[in-house]
């Protein structure tokens, strides 16, 4: 049997990281149809669309789907393809573990933490009014009118809707899978202080749901403190668990307590879908040099073979990955901070691991 899985390369180092990641993954012995799909700005020239409906229907039709970083142009032109895949296909959990892997440089050990991202709304609803629009002006004008507050006529707006259904169901995500998965605490994170409305809701809804995970401990914290508590007493938080901007800000500062965003995996789920993707972006600064860290993206795809229920070969394939960290011989310039000149490149990563992963 084979899996049939869309794959998507990305831009920037996405190619690299994505093809390594592909080739350790058939190291396996597993089975793969890489359905091939292309979006950002390769798309957009080709099809007149960073993302081209072919690609949502073969990630509705597959189910699962790799995806490399996909470049979004800042302060301009296309939205990002990455939030619009989420949407299109209600992959509304972002899940992200940050875990040390020994060997790795780090300023902390032992961090095993799981960030709960939601996914698709909050700030990045993508509802904005730009400045000097009439539309802007419209609603400047019913705020004003409603007698809401003053907003300057020279300002831009960006909406935070946060819904009662949609919290919920996050806060839900994150105690099943502490409950399955062993994990001892959800902490709900917030700036309720502040935005009563949208955060107080959310906080609201966290403290709801809460009450139905008796076996799991609940607490809540606001952002600014939950930053520098996890900076300074990481420890103290398990499951973690956020609206989408804080999630997306805490998924780096987690990636950083363990080693940065080389090594930091992640997956956007629905009920029935699933895309599997790194932490971090297009880093185009690397593109095409055969130079940064493929192993967020590999252990992104450890995440897809535990999906898929490919028990045995998940924990092989990660035992693998992290005997080569261990090592610190076949690693990238990130892991080698005193000596990066004796770094090795993303597919010479990509060797290391399947010749471990060979060895069992
Ligand atoms: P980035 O994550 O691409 O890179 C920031 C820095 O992190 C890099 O310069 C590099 O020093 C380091 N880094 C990133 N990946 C690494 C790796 N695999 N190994 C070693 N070091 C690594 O963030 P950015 O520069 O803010 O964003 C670049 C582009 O990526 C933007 O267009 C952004 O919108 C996009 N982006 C896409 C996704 C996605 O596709 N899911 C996620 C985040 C950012």
Known sequence: MAYNITLILGDGVGPEVTEATRRVLEATGIKFNWDMGEVGTDAMQKYGTPLPASVIESVRKNKVALKGPVTTPVGSG??????ALRKELELYVCLRPCKTYPGVPSRYQNIDLIMVRENLEDLYSGIEYERGTPEAAGLIKFITDSKRGVIRPDSGISIKPISEFRSKRIVKFAFDYARSNHRKKVTAVHKANIMKFSDGLFLACAREVAKGYTDIEFEDRIIDNMCMQLVQKPELYDVIVAPNLYGDILSDLCAGLVGGLGIAPGANLSENLAIFEATHGSAPKYAGMNKVNPMAMMLSGVLMLR??????????????????????????????????????????????????????
């Open 78 to 83: 296309f939205r990002s393809v990455n939030v």
């Open 307 to 360: 999906y898929l229920g490919e028990k045995e070969k998940t924990q092989r394939l990660e035992k693998a990955i992290a005997a080569v960290i261990a090592d610190g011989i076949d690693v990238t310039y990130d892991f080698k901070p005193a000596s990066p000149e004796k770094a090795v490149g993303t597919s010479q990563v990509a060797d290391a691991v399947i010749r471990k992963y060979r060895q069992g």
